[in-house]
């Protein structure tokens, strides 16, 4: 890094990867205390538990999406593989999973320094910006949610890649080549966005021109070439790519306000929500706050630096743009973005910054200069320190989510399912029926009837519920299965009280939903038996032996009913030999194709 000679005696020019790494680490020391907030945690590390938690699965990692299934978008296989790594360390304490957070983090800063001192950038300001990136409250939700781990693994490699690239630029080594194409290859399994590293590199290496040769540039190009080629197999053998109404370009228009928003927030970082949603002000402000840093660089910017300025809004920019590419359908009554996709972009617009910043400034030598940094740096960290508190919990998190903006039904949902996975329903309910209060979704009353069915046995509250929901939309497959469960519950329980023609007509249900389930067939065959409906009975349990021919209890039935009828002996005496051929002893059958 280039410094000027009267600072070299200053303890921060002379030590800059100390001081950012100590800086870094004091700031966040207390997320080691945070613990899980169930918001995409629990999925990746409590629920999928017995995947992390077994390193034979590694393989599984990248061959399916960072849930373990194959239904998301998102495909971050080293994601997945550093919680594998934490598990197998810490088990399934927050306490690792946070303290690898950080340690990328601090990590990540020092490679800021290191990029930006190979950019050109003099020592002072490669440090005042790795400084800002280390304590940027804008920063923390990726440090401090541990399912930001994609994006912390991503910038790192970035940098590390970018770095890199200089090195190769200027000494032509096979090595640099080597490492660059690990990093790029490591950024783009770590999350999606890695995969515009060539496009942006592509640029830095047209800014380099005389220092990279012909060759040196096809080199590069197949380098990147092999890894997004191998990216975009792997991903493809991974994903499920069904079409996602959520993901596409008519997100981006939906999402614009994403960069603005952005820009704002990095200048006015105070107060930021865990769960942002869209506002016209701050929108209009990042709007403003853009267009006076693009005519200050006008205005202000040494023509040689033009080039670095025009780098760090690409940089900005392509790495924002991905973010955009998703807009869940809630969002209309949820988050609209998350802060933890500003870590990557922030980079090129710490970037612009400082090379827009005229190069005479900061000297550390001054002591203006180390007061005014040391100053900002301190009321960073400290905005960043107070809301690490957000991140205690579930309760605190989602908390601050609804004191953000108490008009979001679904941040009472997510409050609420907390409550599901720790047993508490009572207080699931509570915060279900303040969101369907508030907005009403088919997922609600769907969670409402689960609560009815699983917890309480309350069939008819269930089946109300579950039935509101159907007519609203509610598509999930499981959804299907387990109101199907329900119908088969409640008909038998039905049946046991005497209400033989309402436990058909809910057992029918089961049926339509489900006509491949022989013992549903077999069920209403015996509620209809039972209501007098003999030959609709008798039809039903013949689908059942169609389903099943080895349901015993069907052929019984069969020939019980073909025994009164004088002209059908023969067909009770085959159904008979049938039932005693699958083992069958005799007794009463009871609903479920059972035999008692």
């Known amino acids: 890094m280039k410094s000027s000679p009267v600072a070299e005696n200053s303890f921060l020019i002379r030590y800059p990867a100390v001081v950012v790494a100590v800086v870094a680490c004091l700031l966040y020391l207390n997320a080691l205390r945070l613990g899980f907030v169930y918001f995409d945690d629990d999925i990746l590390v409590l629920i999928n538990w017995e995947k992390i938690s077994d390193l034979s699965n590694l393989g599984q990692a990248f061959r399916t999406d960072a849930f373990f299934g194959n239904h998301s978008p998102y495909y971050r296989p080293l994601q997945t593989v550093s919680l594998m790594a934490d598990a197998a360390v810490g088990g399934r304490s927050p306490a690792m999973y946070h303290a690898t957070n950080v340690v990328l983090h601090v990590f990540t800063s020092l490679g800021v320094l290191w990029f930006f001192g190979l950019l050109g950038f003099a020592r002072p300001k490669a440090l005042a910006a790795a400084l800002v990136f280390a304590v940027h409250p804008l920063m923390g939700h990726a440090v401090l949610w541990i399912p930001a781990r ?27 080549l080597l490492l660059h194409g690990l990093a790029v290859t490591a950024a783009m399994f770590s999350k999606e966005s890695g995969v515009m590293l060539p496009v942006l590199f592509a640029f830095l290496v047209f800014m380099r021109r005389k220092e990279a040769s012909v060759k040196k540039g096809a080199a590069l190009a197949g380098v990147w070439l092999i890894s997004a080629v191998a990216w975009y197999g792997m991903r493809y053998l991974a994903i499920d790519h069904r079409d996602d109404p959520q993901v596409g370009f008519h997100a981006i228009a939906a999402n614009l306000p994403f960069i603005p928003e952005l820009v704002a927030r990095f200048f006015f970082p105070w107060s930021l929500p865990v769960t942002p949603v869209f506002s016209g002000a701050i929108t209009l402000a990042g709007i403003i706050l853009s267009l006076g840093i693009a005519g200050w660089i006008a205005m202000r910017t040494e023509r040689a630096w033009l080039p670095m300025v025009l780098f760090g809004a690409a940089w900005f920019l392509v790495f924002s743009i991905p973010n955009m590419f998703v807009r869940l359908s809630s969002a209309g009554d949820s988050f609209e973005y998350l802060n933890h996709r500003s870590y990557l972009p922030s980079v090129g617009f710490l970037m612009l910054i400082a090379a827009a910043i005229p190069a005479g400034w ?9 007061w005014a940094t040391g100053l900002a740096v301190l009321l960073l960290g400290a905005i960043s320190l107070a809301q690490q508190g957000n991140y205690m919990s579930a309760h605190s998190f989602w908390g601050s989510a609804i004191e953000y903006r108490p008009d979001k039904a679904w941040f009472r949902y997510y409050l609420g399912r907390y409550h599901f996975k720790t047993n508490d329903n009572d207080a699931y309910e509570k915060y279900l029926l303040e969101a369907e209060d508030l907005k009403s979704y088919a997922e609600f009353k769907y969670q409402l009837g689960m609560i009815w069915f699983a917890d309480r046995k ?27 469960a329900l119908c088969l519950e409640s008909s038998a329980d039905l049946y046991k009280k005497g209400e033989f023609k ?31 409906q003999k030959e609709q009975a008798a039809a039903m349990w ?12 069907a052929y019984r039935s069969l020939s019980l009913y073909y025994r009164y009828d004088a002209k059908k002996a023969d067909s009770a005496e085959w159904y008979a030999r049938e039932y005693v051929r699958l083992g069958g002893t005799g007794g009463q059958v009871s609903p479920g194709g059972k035999t008692e």
């Open 362 to 370: 900061p000297v550390f030598s001054k002591r203006s200069d180390r």
């Open 458 to 484: 309350n069939y008819e509250k269930a089946y109300e519920y579950f039935t509101a929901a159907f007519r609203q939309g509610y598509a999930e497959p499981e959804g299907r299965k387990n109101f199907i």
């Open 542 to 553: 013949k689908q059942a032996i169609r389903l099943n021919p080895g349901l015993a209890s």
């Open 150 to 176: 994609g994006d912390l693994l991503v910038t790192l490699f970035a940098v590390l890649a970018g770095g890199v690239l200089l090195r190769y630029l200027v000494t032509g080594r096979p090595f640099f």
């Open 502 to 532: 309402k436990a058909a007509e809910r057992c029918a249900e089961a049926v339509v939903n489900d006509p491949s389930n022989a013992d549903a067939a077999y069920n209403l065959g015996i509620y209809l038996v039972n209501s007098g």
